[in-house]
C-alpha cells in the first residue's frame, strides 16, 4: 500500500464569505498541489473540503497521514464521528450536526483508505501547512477576481 502524506487548509474572506482550501499531497518525491474555491461558504466548510478533495484524488487504496491546523475536522474525525453516526446525524444536544453533508462524504471517502488523522499549530512556519494557507488564499483571490 503507497504510503501519503496530506496537507490541507482552508480559508474564508469572512465567515461567512468567499472561501477557499487547498491540499499538498506527497507520496515518495513526488507532489502535487490542489485547490478550490467556492463563493460563498465558511472556514470549517473549507477546512473539511480540503481534506475531502484530497482523499478524493487518491485513485488506489493508501496508507494516508493528514495533518491540519483545523482542530474541528481533527476532532470530528477522531472523536465526534462515531457518536453522531450513532445519533443519526445529531449533537449530544440532539440539535443536526453542523455540515453534515461534507463530513459524510469525507467519512466515505476516508474508509477508502487507512488515514491517520494530525493536528499541526497553523500559521507557526510549518512550510507545508503555510504553502496550503497561501493556496487556499489564492483559490478566493482567483474566484473573486472571476466574478
Known amino acids: 500500500m503507497k504510503r501519503v502524506t496530506i496537507y490541507t487548509d482552508g480559508a474564508c ?3 461567512p464569505g468567499p472561501g477557499g482550501w487547498a ?3 506527497v507520496c515518495g518525491e513526488r507532489r502535487r498541489e ?3 474555491y467556492e463563493p ?4 470549517n466548510r473549507m477546512e473539511l473540503r480540503a481534506a475531502l478533495e484530497a482523499l478524493r484524488t487518491l485513485r488506489t487504496r493508501c496508507e494516508v497521514d493528514l495533518h491540519t491546523d483545523s482542530q474541528y475536522l ?3 474525525m477522531t472523536t465526534w464521528l462515531e ?11 440532539r440539535r443536526p450536526v453542523k455540515n453534515a ?3 459524510q462524504q469525507l467519512t466515505a471517502a476516508a474508509q477508502a483508505h487507512v488515514v491517520r488523522w494530525h493536528w499541526l499549530r497553523g500559521h507557526e512556519g510549518h512550510q ?4 496550503c494557507d497561501q493556496l487556499a488564499n489564492e483559490a478566493i483571490r482567483g474566484g473573486l477576481a472571476t466574478r
Open 13 to 15: 474572506a469572512g465567515n
Open 23 to 25: 491540499a499538498l499531497l
Open 34 to 36: 490542489i485547490s478550490g
Open 40 to 43: 460563498s461558504t465558511t472556514n
Open 74 to 76: 481533527r476532532n470530528g
Open 83 to 93: 457518536k453522531w453516526q450513532r445519533n443519526g446525524w445529531r449533537t449530544a444536544g
Open 101 to 103: 453533508d461534507l463530513w
Open 128 to 131: 507545508e501547512n503555510e504553502r
